[in-house]
């Protein structure tokens, strides 16, 4: 298996298993790796998801 497919691999079990969105109906929803109390870590976060092309669990 090449390095790659190695590091697909890895990022898919990120985006799968570990990364998901924290937040209720009436707050803010955030990935669970954002400070949920600080707005530019959320924004932070929204955006490297944004940019890794993930879609993230609920």
Request: hydrophobic share 35%.
């Amino acid at each position: 298996m090449s390095i790659a497919n190695l590091r697909e691999k890895y990022h898919r079990r990120i985006r799968t298993e570990i990364v998901r969105v924290r937040g209720t109906e009436d707050r803010r929803r955030y990935p669970n790796f954002a400070d949920g109390g600080s707005k530019s870590s959320v924004e932070i976060s929204w955006a490297l998801v944004k940019r890794l092309g993930w879609s993230v669990p609920e």
